[in-house]
């Protein structure tokens, strides 16, 4: 009897506790330490666990106590945290720690307690190398690939809940083939095999119409990330469907292309032939890296959603709406796991809705709930295919009671929408061909490597007030 | 206690293993262990003894080791410098600079001439690696004995290296000189230096790049044209792929503005794109600081990101720590131009549920201070204040009418036209403390100015002993009084009836003596009463909440650093180490490192099952029986003096908070009997509303460890709070009370 009491009592002390692994630096020394929170009693991880609990609100990334400066980086469920007396700059520890988990990710091939656990003196010796002394060094993976002698252990199974994309398709590659080591004993005697690269494409939307459907804030934030396993130095040349303009560029006037307002290169671009031919010649390092992050707004980005609701009818015991929405997209791909939902009056109790079913096979693949705690009503749908209408109409019951009429209709929405779609841009950039070169052009022998792009859009912020 | 058996087995495996590759296995479980915090210290002879091996990889784990607990094996350090001193002549330089930077990492004093000795010929290696290496040796020598670097050859050697091809050597040169000089204001940034660290500026890592930039930004040209060169160079990296970089391009720019003061605007356009880039592309963490650093520019020029205002509106994304620098922003950045557009969306705020409730207040706050900037908007904020007030939302409510409040005080004229009319309602549909009281105030200021005024109050009189709130009934007091001095023929009788409520039958002390205050003030003469009570006040135009514009200059000129984030000077938040609090830090220090709360079985077992897979035999297994129970017993009549227990809660080390419930309800008394009879010690007790406060004390038999907790029961719910001075008997303390009261 006392011992199941015991037992129940630890669990519950565990739950409060975020059982998470990190890794920080100290003092102005600043030395490292990898240490599993469980086992680790020092102040730091007393602090930072605290905050992290008591925050009411998100805990911001930096952070500062006792004067102690907190750095606080989230990576798939574990927290990183570096601490510093010095007033540096934030920017700089901020970026230092995110080269640090790439490093452990490109190296562990994933991300996640079991990983590191099972690498910890590997991950010691990597960032050994890393930084010394606190002054970070080298943190490429390319570079310190040769200092680090360990081998990683690898993880066979993969949670199903690290997946990006929902979508199986057949020619494309599930997103976990890139959860690779880049230092892999075995995989370095099958050498051809082995010459991947992954170039992804993604983009995040960022869109709100008003009341009448009109666009009144559209933006696009998009980024272009490598995964590299070639093991051959080469050239990297990736070309792009249409010219790629800058705001303030002076063939802006006379020229088609895709305006962006502003991007970030990595160091290694060389964009000299990118106004001319459209292409970007890299080297790539290896591991993960984002080539060119850029934002655009305004007229070119491409809507894919439109959002027509009506409200037929406010009487004083049900709202009738109708909700169409348009997709604009190339017909053959689809947006998947849609999801529309608004807000309603506090006075709903509850809802009877039709949904217009297009197809018949489409059947089932739509759902709509209202959940009572929330005052939300969800529809979800699970293929929407592209230059095709959804129409959802829905009466709202209302409790008895109600008086002022013209407050309901100020409580209804706004509607938001979440989606992805594969295989779309919503800016039109668009990869057009990858090439690889080796360097060393003596060696012609060596096979093409094997080359995966995917692009994908995501909702950011989608939505429409009323 | 605690990992004497997994070290026992540690020291067999390492015994028995003869085989490199089970070796390997073996020490690598060891800085598993390690790194899961169990203190394995007293393996250091046996891992000194390993490290002779020739295998790297185990040489590497073996070093690692030994660095982590050097500290604690002061004495046999000494063993281990015949294989750092044997290493520093390998043939491999990652040997070499392997073994030069665990040693000096070891920042013993007893090994400082070694450590010299092995430095200097490092500086002078032929590998550019074990040069970096030994460059960042002499910073660890420094902090060991700075006589030996200050003004030595070594520094000099130092300020040479600079020049070196290698960009890692060179760059830690500069850092390593930084560091030693600190003292100094840090290296002597001469035009020469500059120059060539500049000329090869592109070949240096992000890292490096910060560093020089960080050095370039204190360096002052000598002339426009130097000036305009820097500008020009450093411009391409603005579109760096690293914050760090574009952020310390950043801070060049703006210190050169004060040399180029013609170019002010012209700077601040080139740095505007990339900081907004750097927002929507980094990700929320990163988001944080560049914002922080856009309100710091934004006070200075708010005209610079006034066209951009979109670019700051919150997405439902965003979490709450960026939401709230995205209002401050909203705030700074507002104009004639964007005024609606963002009146606009921070009122889409305030209403929009999904935010949190902080946040929609935050939001009204934020709407209040535009009005205070423009002030010819402010009907539009006062009409979208009457609209949030409508909505009866408790907490929107409260806000609402505080900044109504506000801003009445700001512009009475105009505003009291709008808000007058509507006061009637208003007392109707508010029922929050807060908004009551501004409410109260704004009817006792200007009341009478509309004919119900006094009637409106006194509804509020009729109820004031229901009313539970202190600070309704000390405003009524104030504007009953006030109404009486300017509408005396209505207010007279109810200012008899409020004082005589006050005074008569209140229980709040304050409330006692205001009322008496005002009635002895009235009874004494009645016209200074009315000088006192309706005195002119001064017109004021700025809120002294609103942050000083010093305070921002300051912030200016510590760009790029933590202060901008926390919006206060490095000296508000710098470390401030106290004599005995270095002390205390070392004591707890001591407490933590023999503690461990893992599972030793399982650790055991994974040790075991890692080294089973290599086919070590399987001797330990024997080991494994019998689970250990830990258990607490209390020392029956043990006491403590109050005094006693006062300091040691104050001072314990550590401290344990857990919650839990109870199975019944129990009153005060039965929970002290429990306690007693299981020889916990009552130190006080007390009864606060409906929750029990309870502070108790205990000792342990076996550990000698003595554990203070405080009870605060309500109902079934119980918080226990615990402090002690080792955390695991404080972990197994709280829980053996939790187990005796659900019992």
Redesign the interface.
């Known amino acids: 009897m ?1 011992g199941t ?2 037992r129940e ?2 669990k ?2 565990s739950n ?1 506790i975020p059982d998470e692994l990190g890794l920080y630096l100290e003092n102005e ?1 600043l030395k490292y330490k ?3 929170e ?6 730091t991880w007393q602090v930072l666990f605290n905050k992290l609990k008591d925050c ?7 952070f ?1 106590e ?4 907190y750095i ?3 990576a798939k469920k574990l927290t990183f945290c570096f601490t510093t ?1 010095s ?6 520890l ?3 720690l995110r080269s640090i988990i790439t490093l452990i990710k490109d190296f562990c091939g994933v991300i996640n307690e079991q990983s590191i ?1 099972q690498n ?2 590997m991950i ?2 990597i960032i ?1 190398e890393a930084i ?2 606190g ?6 993976s390319q570079t310190i690939k040769k ?1 680090v ?2 081998e990683p252990i690898i993880l066979q199974k993969i949670p199903s809940s690290q997946k990006l994309f929902s979508t199986k398709e057949k020619k494309t590659v599930s997103f976990q083939a890139t959860n690779k080591s880049i230092k892999n004993k075995r995989k370095l005697l099958q050498k051809k095999k082995n010459e991947e690269i992954y170039i992804d494409l993604i983009e995040k939307i ?1 869109l709100q119409f008003n009341d009448t459907g009109e666009v009144i ?1 559209s ?1 696009l ?1 998009g ?1 272009i990330q490598i995964k590299s396993f070639l093991k051959t130095p080469s050239h990297l040349k990736i070309g792009f469907n249409k010219l790629i303009i800058g705001p303030q560029d002076e063939k802006f006037n006379y020229m088609e292309g895709i305006i962006i ?7 290694n671009c060389d964009v000299s032939r990118l106004d001319r031919e459209n292409i970007i010649k890299i080297i790539p390092p290896e591991g993960e890296f ?1 080539l060119m ?3 655009m707004s305004g007229q070119s980005v491409k809507i894919p959603f439109r959002i027509f609701p009506i409200i037929e009818n406010i009487s004083k015991t049900m709202i009738t709406m109708k909700l169409k929405i348009h997709s604009d997209y190339a017909e053959h791909i689809y947006g998947s796991s849609v999801l529309v939902y608004f ?1 309603v009056p506090d006075e709903v109790i509850s809802l009877s809705y039709t949904i217009d079913q297009q197809k018949k096979n489409e059947q089932g693949s739509q759902q709509v709930k209202f959940d009572k705690n929330q ?1 939300k009503v969800f529809w979800k749908i699970q293929k929407f295919f592209g230059e095709c209408e959804k129409h959802l109409f829905c009466n709202l019951i209302l409790k008895s009671g109600i008086e002022n009429i013209k407050k309901l209709k ?1 409580q209804i929405g ?1 509607i ?1 929408m979440e989606f992805e779609i594969p295989s779309h841009s919503s800016s039109d950039i668009k990869i057009k061909s990858i090439k690889t070169i080796p360097l060393n052009n003596l060696n012609k022998k060596i096979k093409n490597p094997i080359r995966y792009k995917r692009n994908i859009t995501f909702s ?2 989608y ?1 429409m ?1 009323l | 206690m605690s990992s004497s058996r997994v070290i026992k087995s540690f020291r067999q495996l390492l015994n028995e293993s003869k085989e490199q590759s089970r070796r390997r296995v073996v ?2 479980q060891i ?2 262990a390690m ?4 203190n394995l210290s007293p393996l250091f002879a046996d891992m000194v003894k390993a490290a002779q091996t020739t295998d ?2 185990q040489k ?2 073996i070093y ?1 080791y030994i660095c982590k607990y050097a500290e604690e094996n002061k004495e046999l350090l000494i063993l281990s410098t015949g294989t750092f001193q044997r290493d520093c002549q390998s043939q491999d330089p ?1 040997v070499r600079g392997l073994s030069l ?1 665990s040693m000096s ?1 070891l920042m013993n004093k007893e090994l400082v001439e070694y450590m010299a000795r092995e430095i200097k010929k490092g500086l002078m290696d032929r590998s550019n690696y074990v040069r ?2 030994a460059v ?1 040796a002499t ?2 020598l420094f ?1 060991v004995s700075p006589e030996l670097v200050l003004g030595t050859e070594i520094e000099k050697k130092l300020y040479s290296m600079i020049a070196e091809v290698d960009p ?1 050597v060179s760059i ?1 040169s500069v ?1 390593a000189l930084n560091e030693i000089l600190a003292s100094k204001g840090g290296i002597s940034i001469t035009q020469k230096i500059i120059i060539h660290l500049l000329k090869r500026f592109h070949e240096f ?3 490096g790049q ?1 560093i020089v930039l ?1 050095l370039v930004a204190n360096y002052a040209p000598q002339s426009e044209q130097e000036c305009l060169q820097i500008l020009n160079l450093l411009d391409n990296y603005l ?6 970089v ?3 391009v950043s801070k060049v720019f703006i210190n050169l503005i004060n040399d180029l003061p013609n170019l002010r605007n012209q700077i601040y356009d080139r740095i505007k ?2 900081l ?2 750097l927002v ?3 990700g ?3 988001a ?3 914002l922080k650093h856009i309100y710091l520019i934004a006070t200075q020029l708010p005209n610079l990101f006034a066209s951009e205002s ?2 700051f ?1 919150i ?3 965003d ?3 960026l939401q709230e620098i995205k209002i401050d922003i909203l705030c700074e950045i507002v104009n004639k131009q964007n005024f609606k557009q963002i009146i606009f969306a921070l009122a ?1 705020y305030v ?4 935010l ?1 409730e ?1 946040i929609s207040s935050y939001c009204i706050r934020a709407i209040g201070k535009i009005a205070s900037q423009l002030s010819s908007y402010f009907d539009m904020v006062i009409d979208y204040l009457m609209e949030f007030i409508e909505l009866d939302i408790p907490h929107i409510v409260e806000a609402s009418m505080i900044i109504l409040k506000d801003v009445i005080r700001l512009f009475p004229e105009q505003s009291l036209e709008i808000v007058l009319p509507e006061l009637k309602r208003l007392s109707e549909i508010i029922h929050t403390e807060e908004a009551k009281v501004s409410l109260i105030w704004i009817l006792g200021e200007f009341g009478e100015k509309i004919d119900e005024g006094p009637y409106i109050l006194e509804k509020f009189v009729e109820t004031f002993s229901e009313e539970s709130s202190e600070k309704i009934k000390l405003e009524l007091l104030t504007s009953v009084l006030k109404m009486f001095f300017k509408r005396p023929p209505e207010s007279k009788k109810m200012l008899g009836v409020i004082l005589h409520e006050a005074t008569e039958n209140s229980n709040e002390p304050d409330v006692i003596d205001r009322g008496l205050f005002y009635y002895r003030l009235i009874s004494t003469d009645i016209n200074k009463t009315k000088s006192i009570v309706l005195y002119e006040k001064e017109k004021f135009t700025r809120f002294t909440e609103n942050d000083p514009l010093e305070l921002f200059e300051i912030l200016m000129d ?1 760009f ?4 901008v ?2 919006k206060k000077p ?1 000296d508000q ?4 180490l106290h004599k005995n609090e270095e002390e205390e ?1 070392e004591e ?2 001591d407490s ?1 490192t023999d ?4 599972s030793e079985e399982e650790l055991l077992d994974q040790i075991q099952q890692n080294v089973n897979d290599l086919d070590i035999n399987q001797q330990n297994q024997n080991q494994q029986n019998s689970q250990e129970e830990q258990e607490i017993e209390l020392v029956p009549k043990f006491n403590l003096e109050p005094s006693e227990f006062q300091n040691k809660w104050m001072n314990s080390s ?1 401290n344990l908070n ?3 419930e109870l199975d019944e309800e129990l009153d005060k008394e039965s929970f002290e009997e429990i306690l007693k009879e299981n020889n916990f010690q009552v130190m006080a007790s007390g009864l606060i509303q409906s929750t029990i406060k309870i502070f108790c004390y205990g000792k342990d038999i076996s550990s000698n460890q003595i554990g203070l907790f405080q009870l605060l029961i309500t109902g079934v719910n119980v918080k226990l709070n615990a402090k002690g001075t080792n ?1 695991q008997f404080l ?1 197994l303390f709280a ?1 053996y009370i ?2 005796v009261l ?2």
């Open positions: 006392r009491k015991k009592i630890k519950k002390h409060k020394t990898i240490s599993n469980i086992s680790e009693k020092t102040k009411t609100l998100d805990c911001p990334p930096i500062y006792d004067g102690v400066n606080v980086v989230n007396v007033n540096l700059s934030p920017f700089y901020l970026e230092l656990k910890f003196a010691h010796e050994d010394d002394f002054f970070p060094q080298n943190t490429q200092f002698c360990n960022v804030r933006e934030n980024k307002e502003d991007c970030n290169l990595h160091r984002i992050n850029y934002r807000k005052r100020s706004p938001c950011k912020s939505f007030r | 020490i690598e800085i598993s790194s899961l915090g169990v790297l990889v590497k784990m690692l990652l930077r990492s970096r290496i960042l910073v660890k902090r890692y830690n850092v890592t992000h890292w910060s960080g579109k760096s792929g690293n914050t760090s574009i952020l310390a794109n990339p907004i880039t929507s592309c980094t929320n963490e990163m944080y600081p560049v979109s670019r509106f997405k439902g994304s979490p709450t720590y889409s209403i929009n549920s999904s949190n902080q510590e790029n650093t933590f202060s984030v926390y490095y938040f710098k470390r401030i830090e707890e220090e933590s503690s461990s709360s893992f550590h857990f919650d839990f955390p972990k829980e939790a187990t659900t019992e």
